[in-house]
């Protein structure tokens, strides 16, 4: 069983749609993370959430919005895709917080 | 500004040899660093991690090497082998409360 599964694996779309992207742990751990990974390998936090709270929300613009509907889940969804939100988008989880994270296997996302 | 320098930026070693990593950070409540390997295709997968309490840690092949007054801490794996061929990032964070910051990877070659 995959301990954090994220869909979908490849997404591509044009500019200007929504879109989401699902991730699901099976771990049992409190917190969830989004990672964005851009061109040049890059990771960089964008969201943090524990037991469904918001706790960490680094500078990103608006039109992501992050949902939690329970602890094992957490949600991106993008509105309004740019060019530049093209990258690999990681989803974590981890039971003691920013520490032993693990890592999805990315979504990649290509906007086109 | 970048909290966690990494360097360097690719590395190739022969097979048997000894494979360096180094990284250095700024902020002084970090109380974590860990070691992530990713390949292609895959997210990143915790590899070991060292707390300041300690100078060194070793499993297996893989040995990291802290430095608190440098503010360095390194990662060597001996016996380089082709399945090492990844991606190396070092990562830091404090207490739980920041986020954990990644390096900017190194990508490691090891050839035969």
């Known amino acids: 069983d995959t301990a954090v599964s994220q869909t979908p694996k490849y997404l591509v779309t044009q500019m200007g749609n929504d879109k989401s992207i699902k991730c699901e742990q099976n771990?049992?751990?409190?917190?969830m993370y989004w990672y964005k990974q851009d061109s040049k390998k890059f990771l960089k936090i964008m969201f943090s959430y524990n037991n469904k709270e918001l706790i960490i929300n680094e500078t990103v613009p608006n039109r992501f919005s992050p949902k939690s509907p329970d602890k094992a889940h957490l949600n991106l969804h993008i509105n309004s895709l740019e060019l530049g939100d093209s990258a690999v988008y990681f989803c974590?989880?981890?039971?003691?917080?920013?520490?032993?994270?693990?890592f999805g296997s990315g979504t990649q996302l290509s906007v086109l | 500004q970048q909290q966690v320098k990494q360097s360097p930026q690719s590395l190739i070693v022969q097979k048997g040899g000894i494979s360096i990593i180094n990284c250095a950070y700024e902020n002084t409540a970090f109380d974590y660093f860990p070691w992530y390997q990713q390949f292609p295709g895959k997210g990143p997968a915790l590899l070991i991690a060292i707390r300041p309490d300690v100078s060194e840690k070793k499993e297996g092949r893989f040995t990291i090497s802290f430095n608190k007054s440098a503010k360095q801490f390194s990662l060597h794996i001996m016996d380089s082998q082709p399945g090492d061929s990844a991606t190396y990032f070092c990562a830091a964070s404090s207490s739980g409360n920041t986020p954990l910051v990644f390096g900017k990877g190194t990508r490691l070659s090891v050839i035969a």
């Open positions: 974590a989880s981890s039971s003691r917080r920013n520490e032993k994270l693990f």
């Open positions: 771990l049992g751990h409190d917190t």
